[in-house]
């Protein structure tokens, strides 16, 4: 099992040895952190960079711009698009001015307040520039948390979002928001990337869920809510003298070549307990009955969402022969009856890994 609470301590560290030397890090000056912030809201960082140094040149400070011309500070943003993003910047270090004096705000309310301040940029000059305890989730981070934390739902719509930002909340190191919130945003853009992430070489992946459950390419979940069909499947861990009965799929299909514990999908007007006894007579002869239901798992893929009903099951003709019985394969190219704790080192379906890690803990197989 993944162990998330080691995820802020290792991104910290690897934040502190490959930090890119950005021209708004050597001084973190809130004026220099806020219009970093505003170029990066619509443009990749590299083109960033260029413009920043050519913007920082001509208005090196608050005062600068505040007085400045509309026309100097559009000429002095052109080619980086979204002009909208200078005409904020020069409303808001005009407020700047007329409301506190010239001195940035220090609250985040107050940052909040400026034009073209969202949530994210507040958060992020609040927390960079200021040292506040504020977060700053946009779609790079919500990537990362999606990943680590395996969000399972999309993670634009209403739950995906309110559960980033809650796993940002609770994962923020009080007094570092600064470091934590650069460190996601750096990691993001060069370690876990929208594709490709670099899993192998990951600083992380020790704590990664979705690297855990094998299940990187379906996260974050992307919104495809007409599309997502609800599918409700049981499952069964048959135990005989110790062993668990696990089986590998076929060599094409669907999670080709993982193991599974047996089962499928439940039929119309079938109940979950009916669906694992005759999924198991299926497809391997065996008759077995229920004895413990061990949980419900749900489990989000891009365009499904599994409903996963798990059950602890027995011989149909009791545990009482020492060697199990041989199967009749019929959805499977090989099967093992293994000990419990052989199981992490087999390759499972993430709904069955997720499965696996709650029978660590679970007195059934003591
Ligand atoms: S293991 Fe892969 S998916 Fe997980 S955090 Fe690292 S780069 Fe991202």
């Not at 990537?143 to 969000?151: E, G, P």
């Amino acid at each position: 099992m993944s162990d998330t609470n080691a995820f802020v301590p290792l991104l910290l560290d690897w934040f502190a040895a490959n930090r890119r030397d950005l021209p708004w890090r050597r001084s973190y000056d809130p004026y220099a952190v806020w219009v970093s912030e505003i170029m990066a809201q619509q443009t990749q960082m590299d083109r960033v960079v260029a413009y920043f140094d050519r913007f920082m040149d001509r208005f090196p400070d608050l005062a600068s711009l505040a007085t400045a011309e509309e026309d100097a500070v559009l000429k002095a943003w052109e080619g980086l698009g979204y002009y909208s993003r200078a005409r904020n910047l020069l409303a808001a270090a005009r407020r700047i001015v007329a409301a506190h004096g010239g001195a940035f705000p220090t609250s985040f309310e107050a940052i909040r307040a400026l034009p073209g301040v969202g949530d994210y940029t507040a958060g992020a000059v609040a927390s960079i520039a200021c040292g506040l305890d504020a977060v700053a989730v946009d779609a790079n981070v919500s990537r990362v948390l999606a990943r680590v934390c395996d969000i399972d739902t999309p993670i634009k719509e209403a739950a995906g979002k309110a559960r980033a930002l809650e796993l940002a909340r609770a994962l923020l190191p009080p007094g570092q928001a600064g470091a934590f919130n650069e460190a996601l945003m750096e990691f993001g853009a060069l370690v876990c990337r929208p594709k490709n992430p670099d899993c192998p070489r990951c600083p992380v992946a020790a704590c990664c869920q979705a690297r855990h459950l094998g299940i990187v390419a379906d996260r974050p979940v992307l919104s495809k809510s007409k599309d997502i069909k609800p599918i409700l499947v049981a499952t069964g861990v048959l135990l005989h003298q110790g062993k668990i009965f696990i089986q590998k799929r076929l060599p094409a299909g669907a999670w080709a070549n993982l193991w599974e514990f047996p089962g499928g999908r439940i039929e119309a007007g079938e109940t979950p307990e009916a669906a694992i006894v005759r999924e198991f007579r299926e497809e391997t002869d065996f008759t077995t009955s229920v004895a413990a239901k061990l949980g419900v798992i749900r489990h989000g893929y891009t365009f499904y969402r599994v409903t996963l009903h798990c059950f602890l099951l027995h011989l149909g003709g009791g545990n009482g022969a020492a060697t199990p019985p041989e199967p009749a394969l019929t959805a499977a190219q090989e099967s093992r009856w293994v000990a419990p704790e052989s199981l992490s080192r087999f390759a499972f379906p993430a709904g069955h890994r997720k499965l696996i890690d709650q029978l660590a803990n679970s007195l059934w197989l003591a």
